[in-house]
């Protein structure tokens, strides 16, 4: 009971937090897929993202954007991977991050549908993909009109063991508000 108190809390604390977000985002996204934290293991994974404003870095063709995502990671049910007590495989993850996405050229140029974010994300779940309070976002992935197709890791970076890392594959949908 005191795990479900914390997670409700900690979800209601996230949902205040993202709903507090400027109207400024200048689209949403919606992304839905799968995370692996080892080749044969997969479970859902759901993401909502804002992407505010881009801005020029000087007189280059490189932009950035702030980034802000809640994601969840569904917890994976393995009966044979039980034994740890302390980083279990079956917690449900609930993240919160922010930081920056980045693209290169120019508006007609194909190669500027392509981008690379990276954030810093505070979790609630300890499993053994990952282990820490803090992780690293780190996001490859193509837009194109309002649908992206996104490669996605997320770890502490061996900060603390074990931290196998969840690596997922989304597809998304965007929303200009």
């Known amino acids: 009971m005191h795990v479900l108190l ?44 804002a992407v505010f404003d881009e801005h020029r870095f000087g007189d280059s063709r490189f932009t950035w954007a ?9 917890g994976r049910g393995d009966e044979r991977r039980r034994e740890s007590r302390r980083y ?22 194909w190669y500027r549908n392509l981008f690379f974010s990276f954030q810093v994300a505070a979790q609630d779940g300890r499993t053994r993909a990952l282990s820490d309070g803090f992780e690293f976002v780190s996001t490859f992935g193509y837009t194109w009109h309002h649908l992206s197709l996104q490669l996605r890791h997320i770890s502490d970076g061996g900060a603390r063991k074990p931290n196998w890392g969840e690596t997922a594959v989304l597809v998304g949908v965007g929303f200009d508000l």
């Open 88 to 109: 279990r495989t079956d917690d449900d993850v609930l993240l919160l991050a922010g930081g920056a996405r980045f693209r290169y050229g120019g508006a007609d140029d």
């Open 6 to 49: 914390h997670r409700l809390r900690a979800l209601a604390a996230a949902s205040l937090a993202f709903l507090a977000l400027p109207a400024a985002a200048a689209e949403w996204n919606l992304e839905a897929g799968r995370s692996f934290m080892s080749s044969r293991d997969g479970t859902n994974t759901v993401f909502v993202e």
């Open 66 to 74: 702030p980034d802000v995502s809640l994601g969840w990671i569904e």
